[in-house]
């Protein structure tokens, strides 16, 4: 899910606050901008972490699982 549609159904508009975090997990993702600055990507942009997003949604129990949390 993007980080829009996340923005949208916790408070019902694309308003522009949320982003993502550069260190929040092990799963974050980010680069350097033209000044140095880490700037924070889409987890899911990264082919590794989509993968493990796609099997973690059909894991058994016990297996490892990735979860996030949608306030409606």
């Given at each position: ?11 019902g508009?694309?308003l ?27 987890p ?8 493990l997003a ?10 490892q ?8």
């Amino acid at each position: 899910m993007d980080i829009e549609t996340i923005e949208r159904q916790i408070f019902g508009g694309r308003l522009g606050r949320m982003n993502w975090t550069a260190f929040g997990s092990t799963l974050s993702r980010h680069h350097k901008n033209e000044y140095g600055k880490c700037v924070a990507d889409d987890p899911l942009m990264d082919p590794e972490t989509r993968a493990l997003a796609e099997r973690a949604k059909r894991s058994a129990p016990g297996e490892q699982k990735v979860f996030h949390r949608i306030i409606p």
